[in-house]
Nanobody, 126 residues
Framework: QAQLVESGGGLAQAGGSLRLSCAVS????????MAWFRQVPGKAREFVAS????????PYADSVRGRFTISRGNRANMASLQMDNLRPEDTAVYYC???????????????????WGQGTQVTVSS
């Protein structure tokens, strides 16, 4: 059983930056595929980015590619999402997700993830 705790959300202006962190306990990060999703009230949760155990396969949603960077720090047992050039449409609750996966797997579907954090609010003002 893995426990995930997000931090780093908050308020930013359009064009600004925020960095989200996801602390993992109960399992070694090396064994887990990590991902970030986000959700706006009234809408389905959507994929943002994921990173394989290898660190080599890193898919992004089209809406964030080139602005967001997902990373993993196996020694710190922590994953991060660096968000730059933020836009008002990035406003959402951001969730960290994790699950067992093959070495080069980086899933995009939320149904492929068993472990979830509680979510952290990101608000971007125009």
């Amino acid at each position: 059983q893995a426990q995930l705790v997000e931090s780093g959300g908050g308020l930013a202006q359009a064009g600004g930056s925020l960095r989200l962190s996801c602390a993992v306990s109960g399992r070694t990060l090396e064994d887990l595929v990590m991902a970030w999703f986000r959700q706006v009230p009234g809408k389905a949760r959507e994929f943002v980015a994921s990173i394989a155990r290898s660190g080599r396969r890193i898919p992004y949603a089209d809406s964030v590619r080139g602005r967001f960077t997902i990373s993993r720090g196996n020694r710190a047992n922590m994953a991060s999402l660096q968000m730059d050039n933020l836009r008002p449409e990035d406003t959402a609750v951001y969730y960290c997700a994790a699950n067992w996966g093959r070495w080069d797997s980086a899933m995009r579907n939320e149904d492929d993830y068993e472990y979830w954090g509680q979510g952290t609010q990101v608000t971007v003002s125009s």
